[in-house]
């Protein structure tokens, strides 16, 4: 069956230093694959968007991977802050349907 | 603000009973999805409609069902509840499904005793 993959684990970092998660998956060919943070008790908030296509997408800070043959994302936040602090969580979704399956989900804990 | 509107957002209710979540979509949003999100399980996809019609289903218990109404606002009945039913049910739109971004709503939190 379809499995998406992210650290259960906090992730604990330094402010001002590179934030990178990881979302791996199996059973599935994605067509496009999203980015998105959660914050405790809200609904999640989209980030990023990369196609099966892409290698690689920017917005400001953040920087997103999609190595289809490893079937891995990377997402790196630079510069990261304390704000940057919640759960982050990638989801998977192909062309000819609009279903859209989410990893668990990595907390982001940045300390100042 | 996403745009997105889930009712009520705090539902309690005793086994056996039935409850019905709403949702109003972002403005020109035709998509609507519906995921449960418990702590063991993280999100789970139930269901999509686009423009009224049923587009993709998930692991949706047959006690659930949902519909999308001709103004796109949606409903999601939960019948039969039991204990592992308590859960946050959210709600998402988009434009018109496919790759869009989905828009989420803050939830319904829903306990069940």
């Known amino acids: 069956s379809q499995k998406i993959e992210q650290n259960s684990e906090a992730l604990n970092i330094q402010e001002g230093k590179t934030a990178t998660l990881t979302c791996n998956y199996t059973?599935?060919?994605?067509?496009?694959l999203q980015w998105y943070r959660q914050d405790p008790g809200r609904g999640p908030v989209f980030l990023l968007l990369i196609r099966e296509n892409e290698k690689e997408k920017r917005k400001e800070r953040l920087k997103v991977t999609f190595d289809t043959t490893l079937k891995q994302s990377l997402f790196h936040i630079t510069a990261s802050q304390p704000a940057d602090s919640a759960t982050y969580l990638c989801a998977l979704g192909s062309s000819n349907t609009g279903k859209l399956i989410f990893g668990q989900g990595t907390t982001l804990q940045v300390k100042p | 603000d996403s745009g997105v509107t889930q009712t009520p957002k705090h539902l309690i209710t005793a086994t056996g009973q039935r409850v019905t979540l709403r949702c109003s979509p972002r403005?020109?949003?035709?998509?609507v999805y519906w995921y449960q999100q418990s702590l063991d399980q993280g999100l789970q996809f139930l269901i999509q409609y686009y423009n009224g019609e049923e587009r993709a289903k998930g692991n949706i218990l047959e006690r659930f069902s949902a519909q999308q109404f001709p103004d796109l606002h949606s409903e999601l009945n939960l019948s039969s509840l039991e204990l592992g039913d308590s859960a946050l049910y959210f709600c998402?739109?988009?434009?018109?499904?496919?790759?869009?971004?989905?828009?989420f709503g803050n939830g319904t939190r829903l306990t069940v005793t």
């Open positions: 403005s020109g949003d035709l998509s």
């Open positions: 059973n599935y060919s994605p067509a496009y």
């Open positions: 998402a739109s988009s434009l018109k499904g496919g790759n869009s971004p989905l828009h």
